[in-house]
Protein backbone atom coordinates (compact mmCIF):
# COMPACT_ATOMS: atom_id res chain seq x y z
CA UNK A 1 0.00 0.00 0.00
CA UNK A 2 2.66 2.28 0.57
CA UNK A 3 4.40 1.58 -2.10
CA UNK A 4 1.28 2.34 -4.26
CA UNK A 5 0.58 5.76 -2.61
CA UNK A 6 4.47 6.64 -2.96
CA UNK A 7 3.97 5.76 -7.13
CA UNK A 8 0.49 7.30 -7.14
CA UNK A 9 1.61 10.82 -5.56
CA UNK A 10 5.05 10.78 -7.32
CA UNK A 11 2.56 10.27 -10.98
CA UNK A 12 0.76 13.34 -9.77
CA UNK A 13 3.21 15.67 -8.87
CA UNK A 14 4.94 14.61 -12.13
CA UNK A 15 2.09 15.25 -14.23
CA UNK A 16 1.76 19.09 -12.87
CA UNK A 17 5.39 19.64 -13.21
CA UNK A 18 4.87 18.18 -16.93
CA UNK A 19 2.18 20.49 -17.45
CA UNK A 20 3.38 23.22 -16.03
CA UNK A 21 6.95 22.71 -17.62
CA UNK A 22 5.56 22.05 -21.11
CA UNK A 23 3.17 25.20 -21.32
CA UNK A 24 6.09 27.01 -19.69
CA UNK A 25 8.55 25.85 -22.33
CA UNK A 26 5.44 26.41 -24.89
CA UNK A 27 5.12 30.00 -23.72
CA UNK A 28 8.98 30.28 -23.93
CA UNK A 29 9.27 28.96 -27.83
CA UNK A 30 6.20 31.35 -28.73
CA UNK A 31 7.95 34.82 -27.53
CA UNK A 32 11.13 33.34 -29.33
CA UNK A 33 9.47 32.81 -32.27
CA UNK A 34 7.40 35.90 -32.44
CA UNK A 35 9.61 38.76 -30.89
CA UNK A 36 13.22 36.96 -30.97
CA UNK A 37 15.93 36.38 -28.48
CA UNK A 38 16.15 39.97 -27.09
CA UNK A 39 12.52 39.55 -25.66
CA UNK A 40 12.74 36.32 -24.63
CA UNK A 41 16.24 37.56 -22.66
CA UNK A 42 13.86 39.83 -20.85
CA UNK A 43 11.20 37.30 -19.76
CA UNK A 44 14.01 34.80 -18.77
CA UNK A 45 15.50 37.90 -16.67
CA UNK A 46 12.17 39.21 -15.15
CA UNK A 47 11.03 35.68 -14.13
CA UNK A 48 14.22 34.86 -12.71
CA UNK A 49 14.23 37.99 -10.24
CA UNK A 50 10.47 36.35 -9.55
CA UNK A 51 11.92 32.88 -9.31
CA UNK A 52 14.43 33.70 -6.64
CA UNK A 53 12.27 36.47 -4.21
CA UNK A 54 9.33 34.10 -4.53
CA UNK A 55 11.60 30.83 -3.55
CA UNK A 56 13.78 33.34 -0.92
CA UNK A 57 10.78 34.20 0.88
CA UNK A 58 7.95 31.37 0.72
CA UNK A 59 9.64 28.05 -0.69
CA UNK A 60 11.46 27.33 3.16
CA UNK A 61 8.16 27.11 4.70
CA UNK A 62 6.98 24.45 2.37
CA UNK A 63 9.29 21.94 3.48
CA UNK A 64 9.62 22.66 6.75
CA UNK A 65 5.84 22.32 6.74
CA UNK A 66 5.57 19.33 4.88
CA UNK A 67 8.12 17.70 7.21
CA UNK A 68 6.74 18.98 10.62
CA UNK A 69 2.86 18.18 9.31
CA UNK A 70 4.26 14.72 8.69
CA UNK A 71 4.54 14.31 11.91
CA UNK A 72 2.04 16.71 13.34
CA UNK A 73 -0.80 16.14 11.61
CA UNK A 74 -3.21 17.30 13.79
CA UNK A 75 -1.96 20.62 13.82
CA UNK A 76 -3.31 21.68 10.24
CA UNK A 77 -5.16 24.66 11.62
CA UNK A 78 -2.38 26.18 12.80
CA UNK A 79 -0.47 25.53 10.17
CA UNK A 80 -3.22 26.77 7.54
CA UNK A 81 -4.74 29.97 9.00
CA UNK A 82 -1.06 31.12 11.28
CA UNK A 83 1.01 30.24 8.30
CA UNK A 84 -0.77 31.81 5.93
CA UNK A 85 -0.63 34.84 7.44
CA UNK A 86 2.96 34.65 7.83
CA UNK A 87 3.51 33.77 4.63
CA UNK A 88 1.52 36.77 3.29
CA UNK A 89 3.77 38.78 5.30
CA UNK A 90 6.98 37.86 3.41
CA UNK A 91 6.10 37.74 0.23
CA UNK A 92 4.59 41.45 0.22
CA UNK A 93 8.42 42.35 1.56
CA UNK A 94 9.57 39.91 -0.62
CA UNK A 95 8.08 42.00 -3.91
CA UNK A 96 8.99 45.24 -2.35
CA UNK A 97 12.78 43.42 -2.28
CA UNK A 98 12.61 42.86 -5.41
CA UNK A 99 11.54 46.10 -6.70
CA UNK A 100 14.16 47.83 -4.89
CA UNK A 101 16.53 45.73 -6.28
CA UNK A 102 15.49 45.86 -10.16
CA UNK A 103 15.42 49.42 -10.17
CA UNK A 104 18.96 50.23 -9.17
CA UNK A 105 20.17 47.71 -11.50
CA UNK A 106 21.32 49.24 -15.31
CA UNK A 107 18.22 48.15 -17.44
CA UNK A 108 16.19 49.47 -19.92
CA UNK A 109 12.70 50.87 -18.77
CA UNK A 110 10.73 48.39 -20.63
CA UNK A 111 12.95 45.52 -18.35
CA UNK A 112 12.22 47.24 -15.84
CA UNK A 113 8.52 47.19 -15.82
CA UNK A 114 8.58 43.68 -16.97
CA UNK A 115 10.09 43.06 -14.36
CA UNK A 116 7.89 44.60 -11.93
CA UNK A 117 4.80 42.75 -12.73
CA UNK A 118 5.98 39.59 -13.36
CA UNK A 119 7.25 39.97 -9.38
CA UNK A 120 3.60 40.80 -8.46
CA UNK A 121 2.93 36.75 -8.55
CA UNK A 122 5.52 36.16 -5.83
CA UNK A 123 2.13 36.78 -3.54
CA UNK A 124 -0.46 34.46 -5.00
CA UNK A 125 2.49 31.74 -5.40
CA UNK A 126 3.86 31.99 -2.47
CA UNK A 127 0.20 31.65 -0.29
CA UNK A 128 -0.31 28.62 -2.57
CA UNK A 129 2.71 26.58 -1.31
CA UNK A 130 1.18 26.96 2.08
CA UNK A 131 -2.16 24.63 0.71
CA UNK A 132 0.50 22.57 -1.24
CA UNK A 133 2.71 21.96 1.82
CA UNK A 134 -0.47 19.93 3.69
CA UNK A 135 -1.70 18.23 0.53
CA UNK A 136 1.55 17.04 0.66
CA UNK A 137 2.05 16.06 4.15
CA UNK A 138 -1.22 14.72 3.73
CA UNK A 139 0.19 12.52 0.94
CA UNK A 140 -2.78 14.25 -1.20
CA UNK A 141 -0.71 15.30 -4.29
CA UNK A 142 -3.16 14.71 -6.80
CA UNK A 143 -5.12 18.03 -5.32
CA UNK A 144 -2.31 19.96 -6.36
CA UNK A 145 -2.86 18.31 -9.85
CA UNK A 146 -6.62 19.18 -10.07
CA UNK A 147 -5.88 22.72 -9.13
CA UNK A 148 -3.05 23.24 -11.57
CA UNK A 149 -3.27 21.74 -14.76
CA UNK A 150 -5.95 23.10 -16.14
CA UNK A 151 -4.81 26.53 -15.43
CA UNK A 152 -1.39 25.87 -17.21
CA UNK A 153 -3.52 24.78 -20.15
CA UNK A 154 -6.16 27.73 -20.46
CA UNK A 155 -3.01 30.20 -19.75
CA UNK A 156 -0.59 29.34 -22.43
CA UNK A 157 -3.86 29.12 -24.83
CA UNK A 158 -4.94 32.40 -23.95
CA UNK A 159 -0.87 33.70 -23.87
CA UNK A 160 -0.94 32.10 -27.82
CA UNK A 161 -3.51 34.05 -28.54
CA UNK A 162 -2.34 37.48 -27.54
CA UNK A 163 1.48 36.59 -29.32
CA UNK A 164 -0.08 35.98 -32.69
CA UNK A 165 -2.53 39.40 -32.16
CA UNK A 166 0.94 41.19 -31.69
CA UNK A 167 0.83 41.63 -27.98
CA UNK A 168 4.00 41.91 -26.53
CA UNK A 169 6.04 40.72 -23.31
CA UNK A 170 3.84 42.98 -20.59
CA UNK A 171 0.58 40.83 -21.88
CA UNK A 172 1.97 37.54 -20.76
CA UNK A 173 3.69 38.86 -17.75
CA UNK A 174 -0.05 40.09 -16.52
CA UNK A 175 -1.77 36.76 -18.06
CA UNK A 176 0.78 35.21 -15.32
CA UNK A 177 -0.40 36.43 -12.43
CA UNK A 178 -3.90 36.33 -13.03
CA UNK A 179 -3.57 32.57 -13.53
CA UNK A 180 -1.20 32.10 -10.68
CA UNK A 181 -4.09 34.30 -8.23
CA UNK A 182 -6.92 31.67 -9.38
CA UNK A 183 -4.81 28.78 -8.61
CA UNK A 184 -4.28 30.23 -5.17
CA UNK A 185 -8.32 30.58 -5.32
CA UNK A 186 -8.45 27.03 -6.22
CA UNK A 187 -6.22 25.35 -3.57
CA UNK A 188 -7.93 27.57 -0.80
CA UNK A 189 -11.46 26.13 -1.58
CA UNK A 190 -10.39 22.44 -1.93
CA UNK A 191 -8.85 22.67 1.59
CA UNK A 192 -11.31 24.67 3.28
CA UNK A 193 -13.70 21.50 1.63
CA UNK A 194 -12.29 18.87 3.00
CA UNK A 195 -10.01 20.19 6.41
CA UNK A 196 -12.14 21.81 9.72
CA UNK A 197 -9.89 24.71 11.00
CA UNK A 198 -10.35 27.60 13.11
CA UNK A 199 -9.72 31.27 11.55
CA UNK A 200 -7.13 32.48 14.92
CA UNK A 201 -3.90 33.30 14.20
CA UNK A 202 -1.33 32.09 16.87
CA UNK A 203 1.25 34.45 17.58
CA UNK A 204 3.57 31.54 19.48
CA UNK A 205 3.01 29.58 16.75
CA UNK A 206 4.47 32.26 14.22
CA UNK A 207 7.54 33.00 16.39
CA UNK A 208 8.27 29.63 16.46
CA UNK A 209 8.16 29.04 12.75
CA UNK A 210 10.37 31.89 11.76
CA UNK A 211 12.66 30.53 14.02
CA UNK A 212 12.39 27.28 12.69
CA UNK A 213 12.20 28.40 9.10
CA UNK A 214 15.31 30.35 8.92
CA UNK A 215 17.68 27.81 7.74
CA UNK A 216 15.04 26.28 5.15
CA UNK A 217 14.59 30.14 4.32
CA UNK A 218 18.21 30.57 3.58
CA UNK A 219 19.27 26.99 1.78
CA UNK A 220 16.16 26.98 -0.55
CA UNK A 221 16.32 30.95 -1.43
CA UNK A 222 20.29 30.72 -1.91
CA UNK A 223 19.54 27.62 -3.74
CA UNK A 224 17.29 29.10 -6.45
CA UNK A 225 19.44 32.48 -6.19
CA UNK A 226 22.23 30.46 -7.44
CA UNK A 227 20.54 28.70 -9.91
CA UNK A 228 19.89 31.91 -11.74
CA UNK A 229 22.73 33.60 -10.40
CA UNK A 230 24.27 33.19 -14.25
CA UNK A 231 21.33 35.11 -15.82
CA UNK A 232 21.95 38.01 -13.14
CA UNK A 233 25.80 38.16 -14.19
CA UNK A 234 24.80 37.59 -17.99
CA UNK A 235 22.84 40.69 -17.44
CA UNK A 236 25.53 43.01 -16.18
CA UNK A 237 28.12 41.83 -18.60
CA UNK A 238 26.58 40.98 -21.43
CA UNK A 239 22.88 41.71 -22.98
CA UNK A 240 19.16 40.63 -23.08
CA UNK A 241 19.82 38.02 -26.42
CA UNK A 242 22.62 36.18 -24.37
CA UNK A 243 20.11 35.67 -22.01
CA UNK A 244 17.76 34.68 -24.03
CA UNK A 245 20.24 32.19 -25.38
CA UNK A 246 20.90 30.67 -21.96
CA UNK A 247 17.17 30.60 -21.01
CA UNK A 248 16.54 28.47 -23.93
CA UNK A 249 19.25 26.25 -23.01
CA UNK A 250 18.26 25.48 -19.52
CA UNK A 251 14.41 25.29 -20.58
CA UNK A 252 15.76 21.98 -21.78
CA UNK A 253 16.64 20.97 -18.85
CA UNK A 254 13.07 21.26 -17.40
CA UNK A 255 12.10 17.91 -18.20
CA UNK A 256 14.74 16.17 -16.08
CA UNK A 257 14.16 18.48 -13.24
CA UNK A 258 10.24 17.88 -12.86
CA UNK A 259 10.78 14.12 -12.59
CA UNK A 260 13.62 15.00 -10.34
CA UNK A 261 11.96 17.41 -7.94
CA UNK A 262 8.45 14.78 -8.31
CA UNK A 263 10.21 11.76 -7.65
CA UNK A 264 12.04 13.16 -4.69
CA UNK A 265 9.23 15.63 -3.06
CA UNK A 266 7.18 12.82 -3.14
CA UNK A 267 9.35 10.56 -1.08
CA UNK A 268 9.99 13.30 0.65
CA UNK A 269 7.32 12.58 3.64
CA UNK A 270 8.22 9.03 3.47
CA UNK A 271 12.27 9.96 4.26
CA UNK A 272 11.36 12.23 6.73
CA UNK A 273 9.15 9.23 8.87
CA UNK A 274 12.30 6.94 8.44
CA UNK A 275 14.60 9.55 10.10
CA UNK A 276 14.54 7.27 13.47
CA UNK A 277 14.47 3.98 11.30
CA UNK A 278 17.80 2.36 10.77
CA UNK A 279 20.87 3.43 7.95
CA UNK A 280 19.66 0.22 6.05
CA UNK A 281 16.77 1.81 5.04
CA UNK A 282 17.31 5.23 4.57
CA UNK A 283 19.77 3.86 2.40
CA UNK A 284 18.47 1.86 -0.10
CA UNK A 285 15.18 4.66 -0.11
CA UNK A 286 18.06 7.07 -0.96
CA UNK A 287 20.03 4.41 -3.86
CA UNK A 288 16.74 3.92 -5.60
CA UNK A 289 16.00 7.39 -5.72
CA UNK A 290 19.32 8.29 -7.49
CA UNK A 291 19.38 4.97 -9.65
CA UNK A 292 15.66 6.16 -11.34
CA UNK A 293 17.34 9.49 -11.82
CA UNK A 294 20.30 8.50 -13.48
CA UNK A 295 18.75 5.66 -15.65
CA UNK A 296 16.95 9.02 -17.22
CA UNK A 297 19.82 11.60 -16.76
CA UNK A 298 22.98 9.50 -18.74
CA UNK A 299 21.08 8.93 -21.71
CA UNK A 300 19.37 12.04 -22.37
CA UNK A 301 23.05 13.42 -21.56
CA UNK A 302 24.40 11.41 -24.40
CA UNK A 303 21.45 12.11 -26.74
CA UNK A 304 22.38 16.30 -26.30
CA UNK A 305 26.06 15.43 -27.19
CA UNK A 306 25.33 13.93 -30.32
CA UNK A 307 22.05 16.66 -31.25
CA UNK A 308 22.66 19.40 -29.26
CA UNK A 309 22.08 21.51 -32.84
CA UNK A 310 19.63 19.95 -34.37
CA UNK A 311 17.08 19.98 -31.25
CA UNK A 312 17.99 23.76 -30.84
CA UNK A 313 16.79 24.57 -34.41
CA UNK A 314 13.67 21.99 -33.94
CA UNK A 315 12.46 23.65 -31.16
CA UNK A 316 13.32 27.32 -31.28
CA UNK A 317 13.46 27.17 -35.38
CA UNK A 318 15.81 30.28 -35.26
CA UNK A 319 19.37 29.96 -36.36
CA UNK A 320 20.41 32.27 -33.64
CA UNK A 321 19.46 29.95 -31.10
CA UNK A 322 22.17 26.91 -32.82
CA UNK A 323 24.27 29.29 -31.39
CA UNK A 324 23.82 28.02 -28.27
CA UNK A 325 24.76 24.45 -29.02
CA UNK A 326 27.95 24.14 -27.03
CA UNK A 327 26.55 25.43 -23.99
CA UNK A 328 23.92 23.01 -24.55
CA UNK A 329 25.69 20.14 -24.11
CA UNK A 330 28.02 21.53 -21.15
CA UNK A 331 25.37 22.12 -19.37
CA UNK A 332 23.76 18.50 -19.76
CA UNK A 333 26.29 16.99 -17.92
CA UNK A 334 24.19 19.01 -14.51
CA UNK A 335 21.17 16.03 -15.40
CA UNK A 336 23.86 13.58 -13.53
CA UNK A 337 25.31 15.97 -11.01
CA UNK A 338 21.36 16.35 -10.05
CA UNK A 339 20.45 13.00 -9.87
CA UNK A 340 22.71 12.83 -7.06
CA UNK A 341 22.32 16.17 -5.50
CA UNK A 342 18.13 16.25 -5.24
CA UNK A 343 18.09 13.03 -3.20
CA UNK A 344 21.27 13.34 -0.97
CA UNK A 345 20.40 16.76 0.02
CA UNK A 346 16.55 15.95 0.89
CA UNK A 347 17.70 12.95 2.68
CA UNK A 348 19.78 14.91 4.96
CA UNK A 349 17.01 17.69 5.29
CA UNK A 350 14.34 14.77 6.20
CA UNK A 351 17.18 13.59 9.23
CA UNK A 352 17.68 17.07 10.72
CA UNK A 353 20.55 17.99 8.66
CA UNK A 354 19.70 20.96 7.02
CA UNK A 355 22.79 22.68 8.26
CA UNK A 356 25.07 20.84 5.88
CA UNK A 357 22.58 21.79 3.01
CA UNK A 358 22.98 25.98 4.37
CA UNK A 359 26.68 25.54 4.30
CA UNK A 360 26.53 23.68 0.85
CA UNK A 361 24.59 26.74 -0.86
CA UNK A 362 26.31 29.51 1.49
CA UNK A 363 29.87 28.04 0.20
CA UNK A 364 28.72 27.09 -3.27
CA UNK A 365 27.34 30.20 -4.02
CA UNK A 366 30.36 32.44 -3.02
CA UNK A 367 32.48 29.73 -5.50
CA UNK A 368 30.08 29.78 -7.91
CA UNK A 369 29.45 33.62 -8.40
CA UNK A 370 33.59 34.06 -8.30
CA UNK A 371 33.71 31.75 -11.29
CA UNK A 372 30.77 32.63 -12.98
CA UNK A 373 32.28 36.52 -13.32
CA UNK A 374 35.47 35.30 -14.48
CA UNK A 375 34.09 33.17 -17.01
CA UNK A 376 31.20 34.71 -17.83
CA UNK A 377 33.18 38.10 -18.43
CA UNK A 378 35.64 35.90 -20.94
CA UNK A 379 33.39 33.73 -22.72
CA UNK A 380 29.66 34.88 -22.08
CA UNK A 381 27.47 31.75 -22.52
CA UNK A 382 30.27 29.09 -22.92
CA UNK A 383 31.46 30.61 -19.82
CA UNK A 384 27.95 30.33 -17.86
CA UNK A 385 27.65 27.16 -18.97
CA UNK A 386 30.90 25.96 -17.70
CA UNK A 387 30.82 27.82 -14.29
CA UNK A 388 27.18 25.96 -13.92
CA UNK A 389 29.05 22.81 -14.09
CA UNK A 390 31.06 23.59 -11.82
CA UNK A 391 28.85 24.69 -8.83
CA UNK A 392 27.01 21.32 -9.14
CA UNK A 393 30.42 19.12 -9.07
CA UNK A 394 31.28 21.01 -5.88
CA UNK A 395 27.33 20.40 -4.57
CA UNK A 396 28.02 16.67 -5.40
CA UNK A 397 31.10 16.36 -3.09
CA UNK A 398 29.56 18.15 -0.11
CA UNK A 399 26.30 15.88 0.01
CA UNK A 400 28.30 12.91 -0.63
CA UNK A 401 30.76 13.60 2.17
CA UNK A 402 28.17 14.61 4.68
CA UNK A 403 25.86 11.68 4.05
CA UNK A 404 28.95 9.25 4.34
CA UNK A 405 29.77 10.74 7.94
CA UNK A 406 26.93 11.11 9.03
CA UNK A 407 24.24 8.56 7.86
CA UNK A 408 25.09 5.67 5.79
CA UNK A 409 27.62 4.59 2.83
CA UNK A 410 26.41 4.55 -0.85
CA UNK A 411 26.98 1.99 -2.77
CA UNK A 412 27.98 3.69 -6.00
CA UNK A 413 28.45 0.61 -8.68
CA UNK A 414 25.29 -0.91 -7.25
CA UNK A 415 24.10 2.54 -8.69
CA UNK A 416 25.33 3.70 -11.59
CA UNK A 417 25.88 0.00 -13.30
CA UNK A 418 22.41 -0.08 -14.35
CA UNK A 419 22.01 3.13 -15.70
CA UNK A 420 25.64 3.49 -17.42
CA UNK A 421 24.24 -0.23 -19.35
CA UNK A 422 21.72 1.92 -20.26
CA UNK A 423 23.10 5.04 -20.93
CA UNK A 424 25.83 2.42 -23.41
CA UNK A 425 23.23 1.09 -25.51
CA UNK A 426 21.76 4.30 -26.13
CA UNK A 427 24.91 5.65 -27.51
CA UNK A 428 25.49 3.00 -29.91
CA UNK A 429 21.81 3.60 -31.02
CA UNK A 430 22.57 7.63 -31.03
CA UNK A 431 26.06 6.84 -33.21
CA UNK A 432 23.98 4.83 -35.68
CA UNK A 433 21.77 7.11 -36.47
CA UNK A 434 24.07 9.81 -36.79
CA UNK A 435 25.95 7.85 -39.16
CA UNK A 436 22.71 7.00 -41.09
CA UNK A 437 22.03 10.88 -41.16
CA UNK A 438 18.39 10.20 -40.24
CA UNK A 439 16.78 13.33 -39.21
CA UNK A 440 16.16 15.05 -35.98
CA UNK A 441 12.39 13.75 -35.95
CA UNK A 442 12.37 10.38 -36.40
CA UNK A 443 16.19 10.15 -34.44
CA UNK A 444 13.79 11.71 -31.65
CA UNK A 445 11.25 9.14 -31.82
CA UNK A 446 13.28 6.04 -32.67
CA UNK A 447 15.31 7.03 -29.27
CA UNK A 448 12.39 7.26 -27.40
CA UNK A 449 10.82 3.93 -28.24
CA UNK A 450 13.91 2.16 -28.08
CA UNK A 451 14.97 3.79 -24.66
CA UNK A 452 11.13 2.82 -23.03
CA UNK A 453 11.50 -0.69 -24.41
CA UNK A 454 15.02 -1.24 -22.48
CA UNK A 455 13.21 0.20 -19.53
CA UNK A 456 10.22 -1.98 -20.02
CA UNK A 457 12.74 -5.07 -20.07
CA UNK A 458 14.56 -4.16 -17.10
CA UNK A 459 11.35 -3.50 -14.80
CA UNK A 460 9.95 -6.68 -16.27
CA UNK A 461 13.20 -8.41 -15.56
CA UNK A 462 13.50 -6.88 -11.84
CA UNK A 463 9.97 -7.84 -11.42
CA UNK A 464 10.72 -11.52 -12.24
CA UNK A 465 13.24 -11.74 -10.45
CA UNK A 466 11.32 -10.54 -7.16
CA UNK A 467 8.42 -13.27 -8.69
CA UNK A 468 10.88 -16.00 -7.97
CA UNK A 469 12.46 -14.91 -5.12
CA UNK A 470 9.19 -14.55 -3.20
CA UNK A 471 8.30 -18.38 -4.75
CA UNK A 472 11.16 -19.60 -2.81
CA UNK A 473 10.35 -18.25 0.66
CA UNK A 474 7.21 -19.58 0.34
CA UNK A 475 8.17 -22.95 -0.17
CA UNK A 476 10.23 -22.60 2.80
Not at 14 to 42: D, E, H, K, P, Y
Amino acid sequence: MAEKKLVANSLALISNRIVQSATSFIVLALIARSLGSFALGQYTLAFSYYFVFMTLVSSGFKTLFTRELSQKSSEISSYLISGTSLQLLFSIIGYILLFLVVHFMPYTSTTENICYVIGLAIIPFSLSNIVEAIFQAQEKMHWIAICTIPVYIVRTIIIYLGLISGYGIILTSGIFVISESIIFLFEWYLIQKFNQFRWTIDKGFIQKTIKLARTFLAIDGISVFRERMEIFIISLFSNESTIGLYGSVMQLMQPFSIVSDSIVLAAFPKMSKMSSSSSKSKKELAERAIELLLLLAIPMFFGTLFFSRHLLLFIYQDLDFADASIALCIISFGMVTRAFNKPLSYTLVANHLEQINLKEVLYGTAFGGLISVIFVSQFQLEGAAVSTIFVKLFGIWVYTYATFKRLFHLNFWRVVKRPLLVGGLMALLFTALNTAKVDFFSTLTISILVYSLVIFLMAFQSLELSNQLFSKLLRK
